[in-house]
């Protein structure tokens, strides 16, 4: 799914994203808002075409004027020493352009073992850089970044799992470019967001078996068993959890013991933020089984972000100490021209939110709020599907430059002659990540019966 929200433009305001397929459906949803005159004058204000020079006039000047400032922070408490984090700011993706940089913060929360986590920690990265077509715009790489994180993710796992080691992580990797922050995800570590006027919204969706239907309705039509602990007596104790292997998330990347139903293909959403910034909390587990969204946001709120950090850490061992690793990033991104504000929203806009939200936003991990009613956040991108095939879709470039086939998720180079795996899908996939889309589909079995 991909729709943009058209409510927050202003009259005049073209705008330059190709992400705009069907850009007035919201608009019209929103008649309320806006009159029928004004919908036929922004249909008609888009339908009159804009020199390129002076889009891309638009494009420096308001990236120059706009670049937030990122400050952020971090605290973590080790209990069984499995979670790993990543931060990386001002990572240029074209070397030596300081324009084309980007800031990564990402969470592993590895279990049985610490060398997925660390291995994902080392790798995913520039897995996801490799499957980003070369020499493309600023605009043009925001779009590219979903498909690529699917294939980062998942070129991630094929080769840990060729290593033939069994741990596995969680994994939240959030790539902030300028006022657009895209999160991918699997497992249950969750990234929230915090913008102006107190609204909490989840970026990640939790990959956990026992709150999650549809992955325990896709697992089980894999091959996999979906059941809980059976313990001596017969009783059955815990959460839900995925058989062979007993775990509890339904995606993750590693766990090469596990059936490869549990796959590593990331829920991604991507949004983007007014200029009035907003809060990023990322965390794992060891957060979110003790405090709610709600709550972490609250607890830290009006606190500089390595503050905010401690605490929202210090609130999740208030009930009961520290049963499981905690690591919590904070990362505040501010208009560069204001002094550092942390978010305290006044009181009034809570008020309004709570009447007008209610027990809407109380947590549930099947939910998202709805950003885009509160027009402080444009939502340009979310997609969550486990099939890849639906993931990886038609533009997906099916030829390197010289003609060979590129597979779409290792990025290797084939001439067409040793095309040994040329899909139903308008994609190419090398042998191996063909095996591997099977595995994750459940047919792995029936080929190995034949
Ligand atoms: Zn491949």
């Known amino acids: 799914m ?7 433009l202003e009259p005049g305001l073209v705008k330059s994203s190709g992400l705009v397929n069907e850009p007035f459906r919201d608009a019209e949803a929103k008649s309320s808002k806006m009159s029928q005159a004004e919908i036929t004058n922004m249909k008609q204000q888009k339908q009159q075409p804009v020199p390129l020079g002076t889009l891309i006039g638009r494009e420096l000047r308001s990236e120059k004027l706009d670049k937030p400032t990122l400050k952020y922070g971090q605290a973590a408490l080790a209990k069984k020493g499995e979670d790993y984090f990543l931060i990386k700011t001002d990572y240029q993706r074209v070397l030596g ?25 080392e790798n995913l990265l520039n897995n996801v850089l490799s499957a980003i077509p070369e020499g493309i715009g600023r605009e043009e ?12 993710f998942v070129k991630t796992d094929i080769e840990f799992q060729q290593r033939g080691e069994t741990s596995g992580t969680t994994v939240t990797f959030v790539v902030i470019d300028g006022w657009t922050v895209t999160v991918a995800s699997v497992g249950d570590s969750r990234c929230i967001l915090d913008t102006q006027g107190g609204v909490v919204s989840l970026l990640t969706v939790d990959h956990r ?40 998330l339904s995606r993750s990347i590693g766990d090469t013991d596990v059936g490869e139903f549990i796959v590593p293909i990331p829920h991604v959403k991507q949004v983007k933020l007014s200029n009035a910034g907003g809060r990023l909390i990322i965390a794992s587990d060891g957060i979110w089984d003790l405090v709610s969204s709600d709550n972490a946001a609250q607890s830290c709120r009006g606190l500089p972000a390595d503050l905010a950090a401690k605490l929202v850490v ?29 978010l305290t929203p006044k009181k009034k806009q809570n ?28 939502e340009l991108f979310e997609e969550g599907s486990a ?19 590129r597979c779409a998720i290792c990025q290797v180079d084939q001439p067409p002659s040793e095309g040994l795996s040329i899909n139903a899908g308008p994609f190419f996939l090398c042998a191996n990540c063909h095996r591997k889309k099977d595995a994750m589909e459940g047919k792995k079995r029936q080929v190995d019966q034949l």
């Open 2 to 8: 991909r729709f943009v929200e058209f409510a927050n």
């Open 97 to 121: 352009n300081p324009s084309t940089s980007f800031s990564v913060f990402a969470i592993f929360d590895g279990h049985n073992g610490i060398s997925a986590a660390i291995f994902a920690k």
């Open 141 to 152: 790489w925001l779009q590219a970044l979903p498909r690529a994180l699917v294939a980062g």
């Open 209 to 248: 078996l026992e709150e999650n239907v549809e992955e325990r309705e896709r697992v089980t039509a894999s091959g996999g068993e979906v059941a809980r602990l059976n313990v001596f007596g017969g009783s059955e104790v815990g959460p839900l959890r995925c058989w062979p292997g007993g775990l509890c």
């Open 314 to 342: 210090k609130e999740a061992l208030r009930s009961r100490g520290l049963k499981d690793d905690t690591t919590c990033l904070v990362v505040d991104i501010i208009p560069s021209e204001r002094p550092i504000l942390p």
């Open 351 to 378: 008020l309004l939110t709570s009447l007008i939200f209610g027990k809407r936003y109380q947590d549930s991990a099947n939910r998202t709020n709805k950003l885009s009613t509160v027009g402080v956040v444009e």
């Open 387 to 405: 099939v890849l095939a639906e993931r990886l879709g038609k533009e997906f470039p099916l030829e390197s430059n010289s003609g060979l086939l």
